[in-house]
């Protein structure tokens, strides 16, 4: 689910497949599409997944015990290695671009979640958008609307909702009307 958000792809899906050897190589019996909503996390998108995968099952074995499905093999060209992610992953890397950087936290929320050293602490990002406006440089802090925002690789990354150490998660104007020094 992360690697087709982190991907920009259009959309994902299930496979209901016979187990072998390998890690996902078995063969195919049935597979079903959904589209990426703009919106979707990873948690979203679990939760859209999930009753597809559950009925895809339902709607296979008892084809595939009849003899109706014939298991195929899986295409070797479009197959990609999905690596275990790490909370280390979430760090952001503010040379990527804004883009890159809004669908790693689409991405990986609720795990394992995003975040920048902000302060001598990490400060999670749960939501934001991207501004195409020109970048000011890589990790470069500005306001948007009265809004926290970094510059990136390609243009700004606006925070919407934001959690600094110990606290809650807040949206970014509470953020800022906090007092914090931003910028």
Do not use: C
């Amino acid at each position: 689910i992360q690697a087709s958000i982190l991907a920009g792809d259009a959309e994902t899906g299930i496979t209901i497949m016979l187990m072998d050897k390998g890690i996902d190589t078995g063969d195919m019996l049935l597979k079903r599409a959904i589209p990426i909503a703009d919106d979707d996390t990873a948690g979203t998108l679990f939760d859209k997944l999930a009753p597809l995968g559950a009925d895809l099952l339902v709607e296979t074995l008892p084809k595939y015990l009849s003899g109706e499905i014939k298991p195929q093999p899986q295409p070797e060209e479009g197959s990609t290695y999905a690596k275990m992610l790490k909370k280390e992953d979430g760090r952001l890397d503010f040379s990527q671009s804004a883009e890159e950087l809004e669908r790693r936290i689409r991405a990986f929320s609720p795990w394992p979640g995003t975040f920048f050293e902000w302060e001598g602490a990490p400060l999670k990002v749960h939501r934001a958008h991207v501004d195409r406006r020109k970048s000011p440089g890589n990790g470069i802090k500005l306001k948007v609307e009265g809004v926290p925002a970094i510059g990136t690789g390609a243009g700004v990354l606006v925070l919407d909702q934001i959690q600094p150490a110990g606290k809650k998660p807040m949206d970014g104007k509470s953020f800022l009307a906090g007092g914090r020094t931003w910028e």
